[in-house]
């Protein structure tokens, strides 16, 4: 069973745009909701993170948007950039109870310039 | 300075052979954890260890046996390698939950190819 559904599977943008990443969940005791970014040939690496007390984190031109009563959560990339082109996976987690993180099926994201 | 380092990159090997993959990470990181990403890319959990103690095994072939001979380090050996365990494994690490730096921290992967 899939606890963390992601998509698109994956987009395409041009410079500047907007790309937006949604994801949905279904255990409501997952409190940590975290996005990574995988270049090709690296490891999976942490852009952002939100816990569910806030309903939006913001750093730089990376924003998580977070609705508890609907369990989703994205991840929005503004004024997107050819470097931003990258695998992206959302996860989710029981911080309290330091299990694991579940990951979504990741979102290949081509920016072009 | 590398922070979970995996070694070795690339592993090709035949079918039936028996192989490890080695991690360290040198970030004081209490947890450990083995992941396997697929062709699609799907990450998923197989083991993880707190401070030396198994605490979580996926529903894993008992082909695969994670060791840790202590907290910095957390090794993963295959016997009998098949096709289907061609893959690409991640190491990672983890703070304690609820600290602000809280998130997993993933080596660079090993590219597993069995032949």
């Known amino acids: 069973q899939q606890q963390v559904k992601q998509s698109p599977q994956s987009l395409i943008v041009q410079k500047g745009g907007i790309s937006i990443i949604n994801c949905a969940y279904e255990n409501t005791a997952f409190d940590y909701f975290p996005w990574y970014q995988q270049f090709p040939g690296k490891g999976p690496a942490l852009l952002i993170a939100i816990r569910p007390d806030v309903s939006e984190k913001k750093e730089g031109r990376f924003t998580i948007s977070f609705n508890k009563s609907a369990k989703q959560f994205s991840l929005h990339i503004m004024d997107s950039q050819p470097g931003d082109s990258a695998t992206y996976f959302c996860a989710a987690s029981r911080e309290t109870s330091g299990s694991r993180l579940t990951f979504g099926e990741g979102t290949q994201l081509t920016v072009n310039p | 300075d590398t922070a979970v380092s995996q070694t070795p990159k690339y592993l090709v090997t035949q079918m039936g052979n028996d192989k490890s993959i080695k991690c360290e990470q040198n970030l004081g990181h209490d947890t450990m954890y083995w992941y396997k990403q697929d062709s699609k890319k799907f990450l998923k959990i197989m083991f993880s260890y707190n401070n030396k103690e198994l605490i979580i095994n996926e529903t894993v072939p008992n082909r695969f046996s994670p060791k840790s001979p202590d907290k910095a380090h957390l090794n993963l050996h295959i016997n009998s390698l098949e096709l289907g365990d061609s893959a690409v494994y991640f190491c990672?690490?983890?703070?304690?939950?609820?600290?602000?730096?809280?998130?997993?921290?993933f080596g660079s992967g090993t590219r597993l190819t069995v032949v």
């Open positions: 990672a690490s983890s703070q304690k939950p609820g600290r602000d730096n809280y998130g997993y921290t």
